[in-house]
């Protein structure tokens, strides 16, 4: 896959709850186009509900649609499972990256690439990377909230990404996104003069 693919790409990456979404459409406002690598997981996933259907049990699908969240439950606590779906669902997320990449890169401007797993699976040659940080007590706090877990719950789901702090060693730009909304903005904006 060559590197001109991506040239004015910007992988997007951090870790659960740490306000990737958030920044994306925060990004978005500000007239960057963005790619969402777990939006395509999502349509990806109903599109081959019957594999996951006869890869895991029929229980985890309902009228064509996969149960995400009784399907996480058997991911994020079982290795075997979590490599099964990734080796159905990684090539065809990634054929979608490069499709909608083909198109941006048209523009010849920058654009991002929003990868929960940039670091830990490296599969597309972006050479540019923004890593969204929270401190991972934060980031258990904001993860417990919105998905309305118990602190092991949230624990184990962050366990299974890298650690935040070694993504933010690893990332060539950070945006701090520990305290609020509007401290956000300004972070983006900052980003944004610095892309530009």
Same mark, same amino acid.
Request: hydrophobic share 40%; with cysteine; net charge negative.
């Given at each position: 896959?060559? =590197? !001109?693919?991506? *040239?004015? #790409?910007?992988? /997007?990456?951090?870790?659960? @709850?740490?306000?990737?979404?958030?920044?994306?459409?925060?990004?978005?406002?500000?007239?960057?186009?963005? =790619? !969402?690598?777990? *939006?395509? #997981?999502?349509? /990806?996933?109903?599109?081959? @509900?019957?594999?996951?259907?006869?890869?895991?049990?029929?229980?985890?699908?309902?009228?064509?649609?996969?149960?995400?969240?009784?399907?996480?439950?058997?991911?994020?606590?079982?290795?075997?499972?979590?490599?099964?779906?990734?080796?159905?669902?990684?090539?065809?997320?990634?054929?979608?990256?490069?499709?909608?990449?083909?198109?941006?890169?048209?523009?010849?401007?920058?654009?991002?690439?929003?990868?929960?797993?940039?670091?830990?699976?490296?599969?597309?040659?972006?050479?540019?990377?923004?890593?969204?940080?929270?401190?991972?007590?934060?980031?258990?706090?904001?993860?417990?909230?919105?998905?309305?877990?118990?602190?092991?719950?949230?624990?184990?789901?962050?366990?299974?990404?890298?650690?935040?702090?070694?993504?933010?060693?690893?990332?060539?730009?950070?945006?701090?996104?520990?305290?609020?909304?509007?401290?956000?903005?300004?972070?983006?904006?900052?980003?944004?003069?610095?892309?530009?």
């Amino acid at each position: 896959m060559s =590197i !001109d693919l991506f *040239k004015n #790409a910007i992988a /997007l990456t951090g870790g659960i @709850s740490t306000g990737k979404s958030t920044t994306c459409n925060l990004l978005k406002l500000h007239g960057f186009l963005t =790619i !969402d690598a777990d *939006k395509i #997981a999502h349509k /990806l996933l109903d599109e081959n @509900s019957h594999k996951i259907a006869s890869m895991f049990g029929e229980q985890y699908v309902e009228n064509g649609k996969v149960l995400r969240k009784e399907l996480g439950k058997i991911i994020f606590s079982n290795e075997e499972n979590k490599l099964k779906l990734e080796a159905l669902l990684h090539p065809l997320i990634k054929d979608e990256i490069i499709k909608e990449s083909r198109v941006f890169e048209m523009q010849n401007k920058p654009y991002f690439v929003d990868i929960p797993l940039f670091f830990e699976k490296m599969h597309y040659p972006i050479p540019r990377s923004l890593v969204v940080y929270t401190p991972s007590d934060i980031q258990v706090q904001r993860l417990m909230q919105r998905d309305n877990i118990s602190e092991e719950e949230a624990k184990l789901k962050i366990s299974n990404q890298w650690d935040i702090e070694k993504k933010k060693e690893l990332a060539d730009m950070v945006i701090d996104n520990s305290k609020n909304l509007k401290h956000l903005q300004a972070e983006v904006e900052r980003i944004i003069e610095q892309i530009i």
